[in-house]
């Protein structure tokens, strides 16, 4: 064998070896990613409230809408229906990029959820009327957004059908204004306290298999 055939074969060994490495390199951070992954699952809405308490009965306020419709808040429906509360501003960006989110929301969830704006302060109807919001129940009260905790915006808090509190908290994302209805699917005051519980069902299956073995 000629000294380059030897050198050809050594450079593709070490080719073959350094693929092999990066390969084991690339599912290793995979398994890492998948790791990571679970540790920050989505978090939901984040609940940061001393006045709502899920599973109790909501405040309630009786009040008018923009348009002079009256409207109860916190009542049990007749109807069976449940109320999603979005607080927002005319004046916060966040609540804006949100808007398209809850018009898909007030579609799709239609049939047992009523969508309800509420806001303080002035320049409402400009507000409304640029971004085409006729369609939902826009009310101005001051004294909703005290009885519900209200300190940061944007925030949401999901009445059920029978007037009480299924999920609250501060909303910055699809993700979680969709974990309200989530926590109110599995009866859990928010989504942290399932994920909290599916890491606790995983660490006593662990323990389990451990001990089995």
């Not at 490495?21 to 809405?45: F, I, M, N, S």
């Not at 507000?127 to 006729?134: D, P, Q, V, W």
């Not at 999920?167 to 109110?184: D, Q, T």
Request: aromatic fraction near 6%; charged fraction near 20%; hydrophobic fraction near 45%.
């Amino acid at each position: 064998m000629t000294p380059a055939v030897t050198l050809l074969a050594i450079a593709v060994a070490l080719l073959w070896i350094l693929s092999l490495a990066l390969g084991a390199t690339v599912l290793a951070l995979a398994r890492q990613v998948g790791v990571l992954h679970e540790r920050v699952a989505p978090a939901g809405a984040l609940s940061m409230n001393q006045r709502l308490v899920a599973g109790e009965s909501a405040p309630v306020v009786a009040t008018e809408t923009l348009t002079g419709k009256k409207i109860e808040i916190g009542v049990a429906s007749k109807e069976g229906r449940s109320m999603l509360v979005f607080f927002l501003s005319p004046t916060c960006p966040v609540c804006k990029t949100l808007l398209p989110v809850l018009k898909s929301i007030a579609h799709r969830e239609g049939d047992w959820c009523d969508v309800v704006l509420a806001s303080d302060g002035q320049g409402h109807e400009s507000f409304i009327a640029e971004h085409a919001l006729e369609s939902f129940a826009y009310l101005v009260s001051p004294e909703l957004g005290m009885l519900y905790g209200v300190g940061k915006l944007p925030y949401a808090a999901l009445v059920d059908e029978n007037g009480r509190v299924a999920a609250f908290g501060l909303v910055n994302s699809r993700e979680h204004i969709e974990s309200l209805f989530e926590a109110k699917e599995r009866g859990l005051a928010s989504i942290q306290d399932y994920l909290s519980e599916s890491q606790h069902l995983r660490a006593d299956g662990a323990t389990s298999t451990g001990s089995e073995s």
